[in-house]
Structure formats: structure tokens, C-alpha cells
């Protein structure tokens, strides 16, 4: 494939602008990333749990913790538990998650904004300014779990939207259940 195909099929395809996103985002965050220790004492908490946890053998929780980010420390919990991730490594563990759910986010939101819009432009000067936020910036250089939801909550939004979009019969009625 030669250089001009490449750029006119890139030109065409959504996916693989989302992807070459994806791609330019990642390389924008991770650099960025704190891979030496926690960004915020709750962060260390959640990864403190799931250590403790993974030693003890349960993972037991108080009462706020169900509530605040239930996946996300039974995750952790679960790769420690299993040797998956070390205690000494899950602090850049969870800052590349960030960073992975920060690109992905841009990604999947260009994927679901492009076509509702109508114009890739506007998509993706909105993941731009998402992107560029003070909020989003910070929570993508280290490890908590807001990203890796939002980057969740996104793809399901884009999931719902294509089987709602989608021709095929069997879709809409499992959407529609």
C-alpha cells in the first residue's frame, strides 16, 4: 500500500482516524504520566486496599468504598491477588490505565460525536477541548478511577448507538428489552 492510498483510505474511514487518534493521544499523555507514585492520597488508599486485600486473602470495604469505585478496586485487587501486577508496580499500573482511558475516551468519543454531528471537525474539536480541560488533563496523567468510567460509560453510549443505528432486527429488540 503506498503512501497516498494509506492517506486517502485514512481520509475515508472513521475508524482509522479514531484510531490514528487514539494513537496521537496516548503519545500526548503518556510521556506526561506519574509513574512514580500516587497523584492523590485517594488513589493510594484504593491501591492500599486492594494490596492488603490481595494479602489478606478478602477484600474487605467500608462503607463508602462499594459506592465510590467498586470495579475499579476489585480489578486491582484481583490483578494483584493473582501476581498479574506486583504491589510495587500498581502505581504505574494505574497511571497507564489513565492515560490508556484518556485516549480511548477521545477515541470513542470521536467514533460516537463524528456522525451525530455531522462533521469530523467539529468532533474533533470537541475532543480538543474535553481533551484540554483541566479536570480530564490531570486525571489522565495519574492513576484513579474516573477515566477508566468515563471511557466505559462512552463505549457503551457508542455501542447503544450503533445497535439503535443498526439495520439488523435482532438489535433494536435486544435494545429495546
Same mark, same amino acid.
Given at each position: /500500500?503506498?503512501?497516498?492510498?494509506?492517506?486517502? &483510505?485514512?481520509?475515508?474511514?472513521?475508524?482509522?482516524?479514531?484510531?490514528?487518534?487514539?494513537?496521537?493521544?496516548? *503519545?500526548?499523555?503518556?510521556?506526561?504520566?506519574?509513574? #512514580?507514585?500516587?497523584?492523590?492520597? #485517594?488513589?493510594?488508599?484504593?491501591?492500599?486496599?486492594? $494490596?492488603?486485600?490481595?494479602?489478606?486473602?478478602?477484600? $474487605? +470495604?467500608?462503607?463508602?468504598?462499594?459506592?465510590?469505585?467498586?470495579? @475499579?478496586?476489585?480489578?486491582? @485487587?484481583?490483578? $494483584?491477588?493473582?501476581?498479574?501486577?506486583?504491589?510495587?508496580?500498581?502505581? %504505574?499500573? /494505574?497511571?497507564?490505565?489513565?492515560?490508556?482511558?484518556?485516549?480511548? =475516551?477521545?477515541?470513542?468519543?470521536?467514533?460516537?460525536?463524528? %456522525?451525530?454531528?455531522?462533521?469530523?471537525?467539529?468532533? +474533533?474539536? *470537541?475532543?480538543?477541548?474535553?481533551?484540554?480541560?483541566?479536570? =480530564?488533563?490531570?486525571?489522565?496523567? @495519574?492513576?484513579?478511577?474516573?477515566?477508566?468510567? +468515563?471511557? !466505559?460509560? /462512552? *463505549?457503551?453510549?457508542?455501542?447503544? #448507538?450503533?445497535?439503535?443505528?443498526? &439495520?439488523?432486527?435482532? *438489535?433494536?429488540?435486544? !435494545?429495546?428489552?
Amino acid at each position: /500500500m503506498t503512501a497516498t492510498t494509506w492517506l486517502s &483510505t485514512l481520509a475515508r474511514d472513521l475508524r482509522s482516524q479514531a484510531l490514528v487518534l487514539f494513537g496521537a493521544l496516548l *503519545a500526548l499523555h503518556l510521556p506526561l504520566c506519574l509513574f #512514580d507514585g500516587f497523584g492523590e492520597p #485517594d488513589a493510594a488508599r484504593v491501591a492500599i486496599k486492594a $494490596v492488603v486485600g490481595a494479602f489478606r486473602g478478602e477484600l $474487605v +470495604l467500608a462503607k463508602q468504598w462499594p459506592y465510590s469505585c467498586p470495579l @475499579y478496586i476489585h480489578g486491582l @485487587y484481583g490483578l $494483584v491477588k493473582s501476581g498479574l501486577v506486583s504491589p510495587g508496580s500498581l502505581a %504505574p499500573f /494505574m497511571s497507564a490505565v489513565s492515560a490508556v482511558a484518556g485516549a480511548g =475516551f477521545g477515541a470513542l468519543s470521536y467514533l460516537l460525536f463524528a %456522525p451525530v454531528l455531522e462533521s469530523r471537525i467539529a468532533a +474533533l474539536a *470537541a475532543v480538543a477541548l474535553a481533551q484540554l480541560a483541566p479536570i =480530564f488533563w490531570l486525571s489522565s496523567l @495519574y492513576g484513579f478511577a474516573t477515566l477508566p468510567a +468515563l471511557a !466505559l460509560a /462512552m *463505549a457503551a453510549g457508542l455501542l447503544f #448507538d450503533r445497535g439503535l443505528s443498526s &439495520t439488523r432486527q435482532r *438489535a433494536r429488540i435486544a !435494545l429495546s428489552a
